[in-house]
């Protein structure tokens, strides 16, 4: 397997760049990549038109890309509030939707006082916010279950779970969320506002108005999509980090459906990225060997990517390729090799697969250090 280096690339599998980009910004998702990973793809493979999938979309930064580059898109996120921030950036909005949405925006100082309640696995939200944010919260949450308009209604849920993070007392660390008593909260009804006007300004200013991507929650191990559907792929799954991000977007998930059950139930059907059981030794891909069996989430996780690069091959054209974004990690002191490895098991499944690394750093795993790189490995379906 080919392996070369472009440490250009390393700035764009960080969310840093979409920060400033309209419509992108919207909702932030730290583990994002910058569209420039979907603008690279598409230019190496000289895409200009066709089927893009995204079986692990996100916030949408694939969908979005391909939108406004003309492309028919297709995502799956196993998680609601990827699957509402990817449907909501990548809608269309006509003027008359853009006019209730400013109606809603002029009513929110009246807004009433709400009875909804809202609960949370980890703890209770009433911890994490100012009395009166968490109560604005849950004001603006009933207001919206009120809209009519679908479509509108989703827009302004997901202006609401974006603030979240702004008017809450916690941080988001890692894996975890941690209270921090000395952040300041901006208002509940301010920091909605804020989020909203700039929402209808990026519309009437930035929106390119072309074929909707169609973004639904799914498994990207058990793809509902016919095979050869895809021209191109361009993804990133969880990394191996024990990262629940139904724990990181817990709030989130559980004010969208007022439901403490919600973040469970999703997490059951997550990419096992973290904590898990024992897995038998023959479910434990080969390519990943002894540290797949004594190390459970290592074995479940290789195990599951293993499904989902058979489904990328099904769904893939002949002849297309498959641009995946990926770091390797360091688990219990043991150094894996992720990229290596999945090149490895795409290359047993038939596919040719290159490593293009594009960022080197060192982890401070004590008491070593060790060198963690991130790449892309890119995949092709060949007619053979
Ligand atoms: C690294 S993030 C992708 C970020 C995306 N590239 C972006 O720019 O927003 C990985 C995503 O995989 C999702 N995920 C986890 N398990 C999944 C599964 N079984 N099927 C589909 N998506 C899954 C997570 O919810 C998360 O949004």
Same mark, same amino acid.
């Given at each position: 397997?080919?392996?070369?280096?472009?440490?250009?690339?390393?700035?764009?599998?960080?969310?840093?760049?979409?920060?400033?980009?309209?419509?992108?910004?919207?909702?932030?998702?730290?583990?994002?990549?910058?569209?420039?990973?979907?603008?690279?793809?598409?230019?190496?493979?000289?895409?200009?038109?066709?089927?893009?999938?995204?079986?692990?979309?996100?916030?949408?930064?694939?969908?979005?890309?391909?939108?406004?580059?003309?492309?028919?898109?297709? +995502?799956?996120?196993?998680?609601?509030?990827?699957?509402?921030?990817?449907?909501?950036?990548?809608?269309?909005?006509?003027?008359?939707?853009?006019?209730?949405?400013?109606?809603?925006?002029?009513?929110?100082?009246?807004?009433?006082?709400?009875?909804?309640?809202?609960?949370?696995?980890?703890?209770?939200?009433?911890?994490?916010?100012?009395?009166?944010?968490?109560?604005?919260?849950?004001?603006?949450?009933?207001?919206?279950?009120?809209?009519?308009?679908?479509?509108?209604?989703?827009?302004?849920?997901?202006?609401?779970?974006?603030?979240?993070?702004?008017?809450?007392?916690?941080?988001?660390?890692?894996?975890?969320?941690?209270?921090?008593?000395?952040?300041?909260?901006?208002?509940?009804?301010?920091?909605?506002?804020?989020?909203?006007?700039?929402?209808?300004?990026?519309?009437?200013?930035?929106?390119?108005?072309?074929?909707?991507?169609?973004?639904?929650?799914?498994?990207?191990?058990?793809?509902?999509?016919?095979?050869?559907?895809?021209?191109?792929?361009?993804?990133?799954?969880?990394?191996?980090?024990?990262?629940?991000?139904?724990?990181?977007?817990?709030?989130?998930?559980?004010?969208?459906?007022?439901?403490?059950?919600?973040?469970?139930?999703?997490?059951?059907?997550?990419?096992?990225?973290?904590?898990?059981?024992?897995?038998?030794?023959?479910?434990?891909?080969?390519?990943?060997?002894?540290?797949?069996?004594?190390?459970?989430?290592?074995?479940?996780?290789?195990?599951?990517?293993?499904?989902?690069?058979?489904?990328?091959?099904?769904?893939?054209?002949?002849?297309?390729?498959?641009?995946?974004?990926? +770091?390797?990690?360091?688990?219990? +002191?043991?150094?894996?090799?992720?990229?290596?490895?999945?090149?490895?098991?795409?290359?047993?499944?038939?596919?040719?697969?290159?490593?293009?690394?594009?960022?080197?750093?060192?982890?401070?795993?004590?008491?070593?250090?060790?060198?963690?790189?991130?790449?892309?490995?890119?995949?092709?379906?060949?007619?053979?």
């Amino acid at each position: 397997m080919k392996l070369t280096t472009n440490l250009e690339l390393g700035k764009y599998f960080t969310f840093e760049l979409s920060k400033d980009l309209p419509i992108h910004n919207w909702f932030f998702y730290k583990e994002g990549f910058a569209p420039q990973v979907v603008e690279y793809a598409l230019t190496q493979e000289k895409i200009t038109n066709g089927t893009l999938l995204d079986p692990f979309c996100g916030c949408g930064t694939s969908m979005l890309t391909a939108k406004n580059h003309n492309l028919r898109a297709i +995502g799956f996120d196993i998680s609601p509030v990827a699957v509402l921030a990817s449907q909501v950036k990548c809608e269309n909005y006509d003027k008359n939707e853009i006019d209730e949405i400013r109606k809603f925006l002029l009513s929110v100082p009246n807004l009433p006082e709400s009875n909804y309640d809202w609960q949370f696995e980890l703890f209770s939200p009433r911890a994490v916010f100012p009395k009166s944010n968490h109560n604005g919260l849950l004001s603006l949450r009933q207001a919206i279950a009120n809209v009519e308009n679908e479509k509108i209604k989703a827009l302004l849920l997901l202006a609401l779970v974006s603030i979240i993070p702004q008017v809450g007392i916690f941080i988001k660390d890692g894996g975890v969320l941690r209270i921090d008593k000395r952040k300041m909260a901006m208002p509940t009804k301010e920091a909605f506002r804020r989020k909203l006007k700039k929402m209808i300004n990026d519309l009437e200013t930035r929106a390119v108005n072309s074929e909707v991507p169609k973004v639904s929650q799914g498994d990207a191990r058990n793809l509902p999509l016919a095979d050869n559907s895809a021209d191109i792929i361009v993804t990133s799954p969880p990394y191996l980090n024990n990262v629940d991000y139904t724990k990181v977007y817990g709030l989130e998930l559980s004010l969208m459906f007022l439901d403490k059950s919600i973040t469970k139930q999703v997490r059951g059907e997550s990419l096992r990225s973290f904590i898990t059981s024992n897995l038998p030794p023959e479910n434990v891909p080969p390519e990943v060997g002894d540290a797949g069996i004594k190390v459970p989430v290592i074995g479940n996780y290789f195990s599951d990517l293993e499904k989902s690069l058979m489904e990328i091959k099904r769904v893939l054209n002949t002849g297309g390729a498959c641009y995946l974004v990926i +770091g390797n990690s360091v688990v219990y +002191g043991l150094q894996i090799f992720v990229d290596e490895l999945i090149a490895e098991m795409a290359e047993r499944l038939g596919m040719q697969s290159e490593i293009i690394v594009g960022a080197e750093r060192v982890a401070d795993v004590k008491p070593r250090r060790v060198n963690i790189r991130e790449s892309i490995i890119v995949m092709r379906k060949s007619g053979l």
